[in-house]
């Protein structure tokens, strides 16, 4: 049994959750959903509503099992609720749902907040959720786009996207020659998923650039094919998000895959940083901590 101060304070730590100020994205989005629908800023800690990463609801003082999941969509709450004791805590990426859509189903709704009645649930019972997100993706150990380098054996050769101040997110490496079959069928196997989203015609490939999350950015791959990349994989290449921005950024990346000579291979948002749950932060929380269980919480559907 572990104490959730020393938890949070060790992960605000390596993460260095401070430095980054405000999320850009939840410091938005958080907000959006819930202004006028529920008072969030009573629900969720003071500091995780000025950072917007961090400790976001607080339960019990001590801390017996941690459960990893990415998103926190019904079917994620309702296991960490149910099997979950006082105490015990949730780590996740996102602190709301981000739906960006199926390339073979419906498009999605973008964000989407946590129903209050589970908020309330897991007050109730004494859990605790910590989300982190920027800080994940910049990490250089623990990151969401080097955990996808390192199931995929990418020997890792230059980084891109880059911050003045955090970093970079994306990763360029080489790997083992194969060709665009052969590959998406290694990344169904690596993410556990029916089917990959797909665009572009390079056949033989020796070198990808890896951007988990939202890559469905034309500029980055310009970026990465100007390094020389041969395969541009990212949680999503295509946004399927059900509004005017999801529309404008689909026939982006449309042109875009009809002049290019990459592969363009979209694994899921969700998928792709779930990976890093499943391997690098599994085994941290195992190196620094003594718990009864550490959890892992897949998402019932990746698509989304």
């Known amino acids: 049994m572990e104490r959730l101060i020393d938890i949070v304070q060790r992960l ?10 405000k999320d850009p994205a939840f410091s938005r989005f958080i907000p959006q959903v819930y202004d006028g629908k529920m008072d969030w800023k009573a629900k969720f800690e003071p500091a995780f509503s000025e950072l917007f990463n961090g400790l976001m609801i607080k339960g019990k003082s001590e801390v017996k099992s ?6 926190p969509t019904e079917d994620v709450l309702e296991t960490f609720i149910q099997e979950g004791e006082p105490g015990d805590l949730l780590f996740m990426h996102h602190p709301l749902l981000m739906e960006c859509g199926d390339p073979k189903g419906n498009w999605g709704r973008g964000f989407v907040p946590i129903k ?16 982190c997100h920027v800080p994940l993706d910049y990490h250089t150990t623990l990151g969401t786009s080097q955990a996808i380098a390192e199931a995929m054996n990418v020997k890792i050769t230059d980084r891109f996207i880059h911050d003045e101040k955090h970093g970079d997110i994306g990763i360029i490496g080489e790997v083992t020659e194969t060709n665009t079959d052969e590959l998406i069928h290694r990344m169904e196997e690596i993410f556990d998923l029916p089917y990959v989203d797909f665009e572009g015609r390079k056949r033989k490939i020796r070198k990808v650039a890896v951007v988990a999350g939202c890559g469905d950015k034309t500029a980055w791959m310009k970026e990465a094919e100007g390094k020389g990349v041969d395969a541009y994989i990212s949680g999503e290449i295509h946004c399927h998000i059900d509004n005017e921005y999801g529309r404008k950024r689909y026939e982006e990346v449309i042109r875009y895959a009809g002049d290019t000579k990459m592969s363009l291979i979209g694994v899921s948002h969700s998928a792709s940083e779930y990976l890093v749950h499943r391997t690098l932060m599994k085994s941290w929380f195992e190196r620094e901590f003594e718990f009864s269980r550490i959890r892992l919480i897949p998402q019932e559907k990746w698509w989304l």
Do not use: H, M, P, W
């Open 66 to 71: 941690v459960f990893l999941a990415v998103f």
């Open 12 to 21: 605000n730590q390596t993460f260095e959750i401070k430095s980054y100020g």
């Open 116 to 131: 209050e009645c589970l908020i309330d649930r897991i007050r109730k019972k004494g859990l605790s959720i910590y989300t």
